[in-house]
């Protein structure tokens, strides 16, 4: 099982559209949990960490179920800008655990 | 405050050739990463280094690959004799501890090409 598994997409949706994606991951004994956002040749840029209260930052909330090892980012009024593709990210183990674990992301293309 | 910096952006060699990244942390940073992402793939954790010290380098290959953070200076990912595999996009990111909880901000990267 890979250690951050994500749907490649890609996903195109219309402007003012709301999608999911979902992300699972294998180790148990990771704590920290973030998407990130990577444009096209660019480096990946932090969008938002995951809470397991769940959070909202504007038209993004990020979900975390640890009992079932999956994540979740919702993103609400999609625009233009918003296309790219989407990285879940997992410490590879505990709160001191700084190598972090990417799935390969996500494609979201948005349309007018 | 310049964030992290990384030179140069694009580097093509021939197989068999040295190549040399560079990576300036942020200021005030002294916790450094790379990162590889080959094409379509996920990004790689390579290595962590502090000033002088290597601290984990469990994701470099075995071979060719090296990694030093000086007291003075830019960090140096350094790759021997490379091959058409090596072609890949390579990130750094910094921190000021050492600890995961925050994310970490990347570098543009460089996109090293082996022809």
């Known amino acids: 099982r890979k250690e951050v598994e994500q749907d490649p997409g890609p996903f195109n949706v219309p402007e003012g559209a709301t999608v999911a994606f979902n992300c699972t991951y294998s180790?148990?004994?990771?704590?920290?949990f973030f998407w990130y956002r990577q444009d096209c040749r660019k480096e990946p840029k932090l969008l938002m960490s995951v809470y397991s209260s769940g959070n909202e930052d504007g038209r993004f909330t990020a979900q975390l179920n640890r009992a079932s090892q999956y994540i979740s980012l919702l993103i609400r009024d999609s625009k233009l800008s918003d296309s790219a593709t989407y990285l879940c990210v997992v410490n590879k183990e505990g709160n001191s655990g700084y190598a972090l674990n990417f799935g390969k992301g996500t494609s979201l293309l948005v349309t007018p | 405050n310049a964030g992290v910096m990384q030179n140069p952006r694009h580097l093509v060699r021939r197989r068999g050739q040295e190549a040399r990244l560079r990576c300036s942390p942020m200021?005030?940073?002294?916790?450094v990463y790379w990162y590889r992402q080959l094409p379509e793939e996920g990004l790689k954790f390579m290595v962590y280094l502090q000033k002088e010290n290597i601290i984990d380098e469990s994701g470099m290959p075995k071979e060719r690959f090296s990694a030093e953070f000086p007291k003075e200076g830019p960090s140096i990912l350094r790759i021997q004799q490379v091959v058409r595999g090596d072609s890949a996009a390579y990130f750094c990111?910094?921190?000021?501890?050492?600890?995961?909880?925050?994310?970490?901000?990347f570098g543009s990267g460089t996109r090293l090409t082996v022809v």
């Open positions: 180790n148990s004994a990771s704590q920290s």
């Open positions: 200021k005030g940073h002294s916790h």
């Open positions: 990111a910094s921190s000021p501890s050492g600890q995961g909880s925050y994310g970490y901000t």
